[in-house]
């Protein structure tokens, strides 16, 4: 029983490790830099066209859905943008309404520098993302931000969302995910704080860039 049992094991390992390299070639072929050594990135692999490849396999086709990936995705016809932010928030553990900026103009990018978030000093809150990505797999999906006052910087942070596969809808993450963090609170905190958010991902291609502002205040009006 014991050597049946080994050798099930060994026959598991074996079978999803091959299915984990093939995953991996599926995700990571087309962004991978080259072997050459020239540093130089291959051509992209086409997302719909390798799962029309792996299409009379159930089990890879299993795995690939199970990691997000959509067989009947149909890219945007007239926007090559990779990456599509679309709103960004600040979300109050109070139930507060949520304050949020949106990008889906040219004027909303002006309006988010001129228009501060306003935080009640001590309350707990965190920051959400509402983003879809679009045509192929992006790599690395990550937000830089940095905080300003009186011309100096005061925090500089980067959080990685992760790696992320094309989809039709849009779709949410939470910073941080299973935490709050606490509004500083007194006299010297409240004010108003210019910052800076990019998003960015491994490849540095930046998909969204834009200054806004944020005051602490005593209440939320």
């Known amino acids: 029983e014991r050597v049946f049992f080994w050798d099930f094991l060994s026959w598991i390992l074996e079978y999803f490790g091959c299915l984990l390299l093939r995953v991996v070639e599926v995700l990571y072929k087309g962004t991978n830099m080259a072997s050459d050594g020239s540093g130089a990135a291959p051509p992209e692999i086409?997302?719909?066209?390798?799962?029309?490849k792996e299409k009379n396999d159930p089990s890879?086709?299993?795995y690939?859905?199970?990691?997000?990936?959509?067989?009947?995705?149909?890219?945007?016809?007239?926007?090559?943008?990779?990456?599509?932010v679309k709103e960004f928030s600040i979300i109050f553990k109070d139930g507060h309404d949520p304050v949020t900026l949106k990008?889906?103009?040219?004027?909303?990018?002006?309006?988010?520098k001129k228009t501060p978030m306003v935080i009640k000093e001590g309350v707990?809150?965190?920051?959400?993302?509402?983003?879809?990505?679009?045509?192929?797999?992006?790599l690395g999906f990550k937000i830089h931000n940095s905080v300003f006052k009186?011309?100096?910087?005061?925090?500089?942070?980067?959080?990685?969302?992760?790696?992320y596969p094309p989809k039709n809808d849009f779709q949410s993450v939470d910073i941080p995910k299973n935490e709050w963090i606490e509004a500083p609170s007194g006299m010297m905190a409240r004010g108003e704080y210019k910052a800076k958010?990019?998003?960015?991902?491994?490849?540095?291609?930046?998909?969204l860039e834009f200054d806004y502002s944020v005051k602490i205040a005593k209440d939320y009006a």
């Open 64 to 84: 690939l859905k199970s990691l997000g990936i959509d067989p009947d995705y149909k890219p945007p016809e007239g926007d090559d943008r990779r990456v599509v």
């Open 197 to 207: 958010m990019k998003f960015q991902d491994d490849d540095n291609n930046t998909h």
């Open 150 to 163: 009186m011309g100096k910087t005061i925090a500089k942070d980067t959080e990685m969302l992760g790696t």
């Open 46 to 52: 086409d997302l719909k066209a390798q799962m029309e």
């Open 103 to 112: 990008f889906e103009t040219d004027a909303d990018l002006k309006a988010a």
């Open 60 to 62: 890879m086709v299993a």
């Open 124 to 138: 707990e809150y965190r920051m959400r993302v509402l983003f879809r990505v679009q045509h192929n797999v992006v």
